[in-house]
């Protein structure tokens, strides 16, 4: 199956009619949780990469980072995809990819819902580690603080 | 394949004789001539998914250090160019580079490749920021 045939098959499963990449192979999905990126990665193994903006990093961001490192520790906070930090925009992103060859539209599907679920879950996490230090408390960086 | 021949089958990729325990191995893999030390590598099997879980220890991070390391590895991690499709991550001190894998793939790609992708990554990683193994 290849790239293009996968998404038109998944998006006519979730009654996206016509769901198709761009020249470029990639395509959107829109929800109140954000826009879904995905694209097609064509390397030495054709991949799918899901791609979605979780926040802005903020000012004081040592307890963010590190909660979005912890989070991606084992995988399991974030189902298979990956936190990291867009440099150019600063702003904190999730991303997982699959080879196209272990895909099919049920597996795609079951993906891209796994990973908007995560979204969700990781931005909660992230907004809270960031609220705590606007409550006061002081990141845990693993080293002795006085608190001034 | 079980996690078991795969992990037999590795050490024989490696010239090494590997043995995992409860799902569970670990051991050491250095380069000749390697200025930044041996890394540590973990692969937990995940029997409930079937998937690998191959964890390389890149090295005690300094989190005193301010904000500069941790951005550092979720840059790297910005759609995987800085770790060959890998994800750096924090285990208290220590940053871990990892890849969570499917056994039939880990033996289909070559588990030896997939690891030594690791190491290089792990290695470019120390070079940067000038750390090397602190490994326990």
């Known amino acids: 199956m290849t790239y ?12 996206i009619e016509g769901f198709a990449p761009d020249d470029d192979g990639v395509c959107m999905l829109i929800s109140d949780i954000g826009e879904i990126v995905i694209m097609d990665c064509k390397g030495q193994k054709e991949m799918v990469l899901l791609n979605a903006a979780v926040a802005d990093v903020p ?18 906070d974030t189902n298979g995809a990956t936190l990291s930090v867009d440099p150019e925009t600063h ?38 580690a960031g609220d705590k230090l606007a409550e006061g408390e002081l990141p845990d960086l693993g080293g002795e603080f006085i608190r001034v | 394949m079980t996690f078991e021949e795969a992990i037999a089958a590795l050490g024989e990729e490696f010239g090494v004789e590997l043995s995992a325990e409860d799902g569970k ?18 692969l937990t099997y995940q029997p409930e998914t079937e998937m690998l879980l191959v964890s390389a220890d890149a090295g005690v991070v300094d989190l005193e250090g301010g904000d500069a390391p941790l951005l550092k590895m979720l840059e790297a991690n910005h759609m995987y160019s800085g770790t060959e499709g890998a994800s750096f991550s924090l285990d208290g001190e220590h940053a871990k580079l990892e890849r969570l894998i499917c056994l039939d793939a880990f033996w289909q790609e ?21 750390t090397s193994a602190e490994i326990e």
């Open chain 1, 4 to 15: 293009e045939e996968l998404i038109e098959e998944a998006g006519a499963a979730i009654g």
């Open chain 1, 59 to 76: 000012p004081n961001a040592s307890a963010t980072l590190l909660a979005a490192l912890e989070s991606n520790k084992g995988f399991k």
């Open chain 1, 91 to 128: 702003r904190f992103e999730l991303s997982r990819y699959a080879f196209l060859e272990h895909l099919d539209p049920d597996k795609f599907i079951e993906m891209v819902e796994k990973f908007a679920t995560t979204l969700v879950a990781v931005r909660e996490k992230l907004e809270s």
């Open chain 2, 25 to 42: 191995v670990s051991f050491e893999v250095s380069a000749d001539g390697g200025d930044f030390g041996p890394v540590n590598f973990t």
């Open chain 2, 110 to 130: 070559g588990g030896k490749s997939i690891l030594m992708s690791l190491f290089r990554s792990v290695q470019a990683w120390r070079e940067e920021n000038g």
